[in-house]
C-alpha cells in the first residue's frame, strides 16, 4: 500500500502544497522508508515530472524578453517599409508602347499610380528620357540614377549612372543624350533603371523602378522608326516649312509670309545659322527629284539674301524623294512633301560637311 500513498500524497503536493507531501507522512519517518520509497518514485515519474517543471519554468521566465525583442523587430521593419516609397510595374503586368508619330518616335513604359517614363526621339535632338507623373512635384530636387539586376537574375551587378536635377511640374525629369542612351542599353541588357530621391519626409524615399519585361519585344519597332527620322548633325531652335506646287520653284505668298517671319527670327536672335533643306514628292526619277530640290532649296536661300541675311549664314541642302514627312502616294502626301524646310540653329557649321543628308544613325 506504500505506493499507493506515496502517489496520492506527491498529486497532494502538487494540487494544495505541502499538506500531503509524503514527507509528512509516517512511512517516511526513517531513513528505511525513505530508501524504500525512491524505487517508487523512479516507477512513478515524480522526478522527471519535477525536472520538466523547472523547464517551464525557466521557459515562463525568458518568455518577456522573447515577446520584446520580436516587438522591437516588428516596428524597426515598420519603420524601414514606411521610409521607402516604391513606384513599379509588376514583372507581370509590364508593357512597353510604341508611338510612330510623323515628326518622332515615342516609346513609354506605364508605371501604376505613378504615370509614364518615355523613351523620345526626334529630328535633329539626341536621345531623351522623360518622367511623367500624373501629380506635379512639389519642389525641385536631386535624384540619383542607377541600375541593378533585377530578382530573377543572378548574376550582374549594379553601378550608378550619376544624378539628375527634379523639377516642378507634371513632367520633373528630362535626361541629356547620354544619361539617356546609358538607360537604354542598360535596359536592353535586362537590367533595372531606378531613379530614387528624398520624399516629402526627412526619413523618406521615393523609388522607380523602370522594368526591362518586353523591352526587347517592342525595340526593332522603335529602332526602325528612328531610322525614318532625318538625321540632323545640329540642334534646331526653330522650324518653319515652305510648300510648292508640282514641278514648281516659285514662291507663293504664303512662303513668302513664312520667310518674312525666319528673316524676324534672325534678326531678333542674333547670331544664328539658318539651315535649308529641299524636298521633292515621289512622282518621277530620282536625279529629276534631286535637282528640283536643289533648286527650291536654292530659292529660298536668293530670298533670304534679298532681306539683308548674309549669305555665310545661310547653308544649303537638298533629298530630293527620300525624306518624305508624309509617307503615301496620293495627292495630299505629295502636297506635304514638296517642300523646304527652314531650321534656325546656334550651333556652328561643321567642318566638311557634304551639301547632302547626312547618313543614317
Not at 45 to 57: A, D, H, N, Q, T
Not at 107 to 123: A, N, Y
Not at 199 to 223: C, D, K, S, Y
Amino acid at each position: 500500500m506504500k505506493p499507493v500513498l506515496v502517489v496520492a500524497g506527491t498529486m497532494a503536493r502538487d494540487r494544495g502544497g505541502m499538506q500531503g507531501s509524503i514527507w509528512n507522512s509516517e512511512a517516511a519517518a526513517s531513513v528505511g522508508g525513505r530508501r524504500a520509497l525512491r524505487p517508487a518514485l523512479d516507477r512513478t515519474g515524480i522526478r522527471p515530472l519535477r525536472g520538466r517543471m523547472k523547464v517551464m519554468v525557466a521557459r515562463r521566465r525568458s518568455f518577456p524578453w522573447l515577446l520584446c525583442l520580436c516587438l522591437l523587430a516588428l516596428l524597426r521593419a515598420g519603420e524601414a517599409g514606411a521610409a521607402l516609397q516604391p513606384y513599379r510595374a509588376s514583372w507581370e503586368a509590364s508593357r512597353w508602347q510604341l508611338d510612330t508619330a510623323p515628326r518622332q518616335c515615342v516609346l513609354s513604359h506605364p508605371i501604376p499610380h505613378l504615370g509614364s517614363v518615355r523613351f523620345e526621339q526626334r529630328p535633329g535632338h539626341g536621345l531623351r528620357f522623360t518622367l511623367h507623373v500624373d501629380q506635379p512635384q512639389p519642389g525641385e530636387r536631386t535624384a540619383r540614377l542607377y541600375v541593378q539586376p533585377p530578382p530573377w537574375r543572378h548574376q550582374g551587378a549594379g553601378r550608378s549612372l550619376g544624378e539628375a536635377a527634379l523639377q516642378r511640374g507634371k513632367v520633373p525629369l528630362q535626361l541629356g543624350n547620354a544619361q539617356s542612351l546609358a538607360f537604354f542599353h542598360e535596359l536592353e541588357q535586362g537590367m533595372q533603371a531606378v531613379i530614387a530621391f528624398s520624399g516629402a519626409g526627412p526619413a523618406e524615399e521615393t523609388q522607380i523602378t523602370v522594368q526591362p519585361v518586353r523591352f526587347r519585344e517592342v525595340l526593332p519597332a522603335f529602332l526602325a522608326c528612328t531610322a525614318k527620322l532625318m538625321y540632323l548633325d545640329f540642334e534646331p531652335l526653330a522650324e518653319h516649312r515652305i510648300h510648292f506646287a508640282t514641278n514648281s520653284v516659285r514662291l507663293s505668298r504664303a512662303a513668302r509670309r513664312v520667310l518674312e517671319q525666319v528673316v524676324r527670327d534672325y534678326r531678333k536672335r542674333g547670331k544664328m545659322r539658318i539651315v535649308l533643306g529641299g524636298h521633292a514628292d515621289a512622282r518621277g526619277k530620282p536625279e529629276y527629284n534631286m535637282a528640283l530640290s536643289r533648286r527650291r532649296a536654292t530659292m529660298v536661300s536668293r530670298y533670304l539674301r534679298s532681306r539683308g541675311v548674309p549669305a555665310g549664314a545661310i547653308e544649303v541642302r537638298y533629298f530630293g524623294d527620300t525624306r518624305p514627312r508624309k509617307p503615301g502616294n496620293d495627292p495630299r502626301a505629295w502636297s506635304e512633301n514638296r517642300r523646304v524646310t527652314v531650321w534656325l540653329t546656334a550651333d556652328p557649321k561643321p567642318a566638311g560637311r557634304l551639301p547632302v543628308a547626312a547618313a543614317r544613325r
